[in-house]
């Protein structure tokens, strides 16, 4: 690398830190000296290397990306796994490479690696703690963060309106006819799953059909599993308590729940509706398809590698949070009316 800069430097007689200015695209040098040196590069086919670049331009084209979860799946998880992907087609395109780290407790092992590998900026996905910011902030390396919080001030944010999407579900539920609904509300330490509930609640408290806290559920993890277990814990519960819908705070409880219904040959929609939140593939792949509440995941993570993008480039951005309005998608399980009077034929 020093030996062909210094080569350049000789051919268009001028000196290694112009030549150095000139691949940069910092610094000074004459539209004249530009156009020579420009030049004798392409004569040369010369190709600095990433190292080398990286020297120069105190850049180095990668970006990290850091997925919080408690549970597995992570990066395969059918929420972030989009996101992610995302990231990367994005990532591509402003000729980024991406490292990916997945951490399921809250340490600094993970950002510490992305700096090791010299990093420009970060993209957080999921809650993070005021400690791990902290550390991060130490290094002084732009970062956003995608569908989580933080108690850090000023952090920018890419979130889904869960709130809005709560109550748009709610407005729904109660437009087909139903008003009797059990809902399964996953761990309301994620910011994702309890704006959703309180957004429904609130939507069904606005038209004057509360829902009872014995009407909730709160299955560990939000998960598959978690889903088919609490629906199987709650079973004797949910018949007694006649409800005609299930409200799950995101697709893959309500597809847990549904194949527990199914296997106690329950006919969805026409005995009990259920709906979702997320609008993963799985839930159009599903028998009934699952009617569900979607979130924009792969412009979420486009605009987060854009926004990115901005930052390390020191460019102005304006505001700290970009919301996503998510969209009703109505499928086969909630598409019939079950009963007006709100009134169960479980039994």
Request: proline residues 3%.
């Amino acid at each position: 690398m020093d030996l062909t800069i210094k080569q350049i430097a000789l051919r268009a007689g001028v000196s290694k830190s112009t030549v150095s200015r000139v691949i940069s695209g910092k610094g000074y040098a004459s539209p004249e000296t530009r156009e020579k040196v420009n030049q004798i590069i392409n004569e040369l086919q010369y190709k600095p290397n990433a190292l080398a670049r990286a020297m120069v331009s105190q850049r180095t084209n990668n970006i990290g990306v850091i997925i919080f979860r408690e549970e597995y799946p992570i990066a395969s998880h059918p929420f972030y796994g989009q996101i992610l992907d995302s990231i990367i087609t994005a990532a591509e395109s402003l000729n980024y490479s991406v490292f990916v780290a997945t951490v399921r407790e809250m340490n600094s092992r993970s950002a510490d690696y992305m700096f090791e590998k010299r990093v420009d900026g970060l993209i957080l996905i999921s809650r993070l703690r005021k400690h791990l910011i902290d550390s991060i902030q130490h290094f002084k390396v732009p970062y956003v963060m995608v569908n989580g919080s933080t108690d850090v001030s000023g952090v920018f944010h890419l979130v889904n309106n869960d709130d809005g999407g709560g109550r748009k579900a709610a407005d729904y539920l109660l437009g087909i006819g139903h008003r009797n609904i059990f809902i399964l509300a996953g761990p309301q330490t994620h910011r994702s799953h309890h704006l959703r509930l309180a957004g429904f609640r609130d939507g069904m408290s606005g038209h004057n059909n509360p829902i009872p806290d014995s009407s909730i559920a709160y299955p560990a993890a939000s998960s598959f599993e978690e889903g088919y277990r609490t629906m199987k814990q709650e079973w004797s519960r949910f018949l007694d308590g006649k409800y005609t819908a299930i409200f799950a705070t995101n697709d893959m409880i309500a597809l847990g729940a549904m194949k527990f219904l199914l296997e106690q040959f329950i006919r969805i929609p026409e005995q009990v509706a259920v709906m979702g939140f997320d609008g993963i593939d799985y839930a159009e792949m599903f028998s009934p398809s699952l009617t569900t509440i979607g979130v924009d995941m792969k412009e979420m993570g486009r605009q987060s590698l854009v926004l990115l993008d901005n930052l390390i480039r020191e460019e102005t951005v304006s505001g700290n949070t970009v919301e996503f309005e998510p969209e009703l998608i109505v499928r086969q399980s909630t598409e019939k009316i079950v009963d007006l009077k709100g009134e169960s034929s479980l039994l």
